[in-house]
Nanobody, 125 residues
Framework: QEQLVESGGGSVQPGDSLRLSCAAS????????MGWFRQAPGKEREFVAA????????YYADSVKGRFTISRDNAKNTVYLQMNSLNTEVTAVYYC??????????????????WGQGTQVTVSS
């Protein structure tokens, strides 16, 4: 059974940084891609960033380009999301997602097979 466990969320002030981690376990298949989505109260889950496991191809939502960086550690089956210059608009539950093969475009939730439980990120002054 594939499991994704997120960590690194918390409460910070505007301008601070956070790094989220997501570790995958129980895998018997290789990884095609992993990504991060977020969901604020009353809003739909939205794409934040994704990374292909082969090569260095990354994808970002326009709203986070230049502030967030996604990276991976293949040996640890772990993906990271470095978030800088945080503002209140990024407050949400952040979800890690993974797919062992292509099932759809990585910008959409349908592009992933497995999901973590989410970690809360709160930015407030």
């Amino acid at each position: 059974q594939e499991q994704l466990v997120e960590s690194g969320g918390g409460s910070v002030q505007p301008g601070d940084s956070l790094r989220l981690s997501c570790a995958a376990s129980g895998r018997t298949l290789s990884v095609y891609a992993m990504g991060w989505f977020r969901q604020a109260p009353g809003k739909e889950r939205e794409f934040v960033a994704a990374i292909r496991w082969s090569g260095d191809t990354t994808y970002y939502a326009d709203s986070v380009k230049g502030r967030f960086t996604i990276s991976r550690d293949n040996a640890k089956n772990t993906v990271y999301l470095q978030m800088n210059s945080l503002n209140t608009e990024v407050t949400a539950v952040y979800y890690c997602a993974e797919t062992p093969y292509y099932v759809g475009r990585l910008y959409y939730t349908s592009g992933y097979r497995y999901w973590g439980q989410g970690t809360q990120v709160t930015v407030s002054s």
